[in-house]
């Protein structure tokens, strides 16, 4: 069984931080790119974060650059969204994606809502 479940969401007032994990089964995870997207609603869903299978190269969206952190650890099969100095506009339900060549997992999404 192919999966990705998320977990670690929740609410958070701005300037807090919230640490996303996302642990894979049924797959090779080292093989794939791991990366976290997000989806507000009525809005396009948005790359926010991607790290490399060896977990040495990451790519981040501008609007995140500086706040969020993305990890892997590969022998627990776990991918990490470290988000600090949240935003209400960081508000979001946030997926985590595996994706190796034309190969695409999706988690099924874990709210982020950040609100005072």
């Known amino acids: 069984q192919v999966q990705l479940v998320e977990s670690g969401g929740g609410l958070v007032q701005p300037g807090g931080s919230l640490r996303l994990s996302c642990a894979a089964s049924?797959?090779?995870?080292?093989?794939?790119?791991m990366s976290w997207y997000r989806q507000a609603p009525g809005k396009e869903r948005e790359l926010v974060a991607v790290?490399?299978?060896?977990?040495?190269?990451?790519n981040y969206a501008d609007s995140v650059k500086g706040r969020f952190t993305i990890s892997r650890d590969n022998a627990k099969n776990t991918v990490y969204l470290q988000m600090n100095s949240l935003k209400p506009e960081d508000t979001a339900v946030y997926y985590c994606n595996a994706q190796r060549f034309i190969a695409t997992v999706w988690g099924q999404g874990t709210q982020v809502t950040v609100s005072s």
């Open positions: 049924g797959f090779t995870f080292s093989n794939y790119a």
């Open positions: 790290i490399r299978g060896a977990g040495g190269n990451t």
